[in-house]
């Protein structure tokens, strides 16, 4: 009975021991020393790095796959955050849930509309501006929503409207292979090239 129940066990035991090797040792090295090796940017977290190589050390700064809070008026606005307990939290990525006809979600919105028309005017308003993504991370506006704040970031920085207005434009990315998506502005990256431009003029 022994016997047999040890030869049982010395097949299920050094099944568990190659195949916690391989996919739990084996597998995610290779994998994690490939990334590496083809896309070192990307496996590293896509981090906006300086002049120096490391990560920008002051002003905004962080990956181009997060969107970053920014409540200057000398800077663009992202898509507002849902995620707790800090905004843009990637360890909590996840949209509000709140449906179209919950209060709290109207009363959110009004909050952030009245931020902008304070800061903006009347002029409408881009709905992507008072109401977060599903991810609540969205690092990327559309160009409409880029170009709604252009007055307000050129007059708090003194520049003129057509040197920002050129700047969103150089930093205008086009959908994805030609066809899949819509034109989108990384809002940190525009922000961090606010800065050089700021430091040039």
């Known amino acids: ?3 047999m129940f040890a030869q049982q066990l010395k097949p299920a035991f050094l099944m568990l021991f190659w195949m916690t090797f391989l996919t739990g040792l084996a597998y995610p090295l290779a994998m994690t020393s490939a990334g590496k090796a083809l896309f070192p940017a990307q496996a590293s977290g896509s981090l906006i790095l300086g002049q120096s190589g490391h990560a920008v ?7 181009a796959l997060i969107g970053q809070p920014f409540e200057s008026g000398q800077y663009f606005w992202g898509r507002p955050s849902t995620t707790s ?5 990637a360890g909590a990525s996840s949209g ?4 179209p006809s919950n209060p709290a979600l109207a009363e959110a919105v009004a909050e952030r509309a009245a931020k902008l028309k304070a800061a ?3 002029a409408p308003i881009p709905m992507e501006l008072v109401t977060a993504s599903g991810s609540g991370l969205d690092p990327h506006i559309s160009p409409q929503a880029t170009a709604y704040q252009v007055d307000r970031v ?3 920085r003194k520049l003129s409207r ?3 207005s050129a700047l969103v434009a150089r930093h205008t990315q086009g959908p994805l292979w030609g066809f899949w998506g819509e034109p ?3 809002v940190l990256e525009l922000n961090l090239a606010l800065d050089a431009l700021a430091d040039k003029e």
């Open 1 to 3: 009975m022994f016997t």
């Open 57 to 63: 050390p002051a002003g905004p700064a962080g990956s």
């Open 85 to 89: 307990p800090h905004a843009y939290n």
């Open 96 to 99: 509000s849930n709140l449906g």
């Open 120 to 122: 903006h005017g009347d």
């Open 154 to 156: 050129s007059t708090a």
């Open 162 to 164: 057509d040197s920002v």
């Open 184 to 186: 989108r502005v990384n």
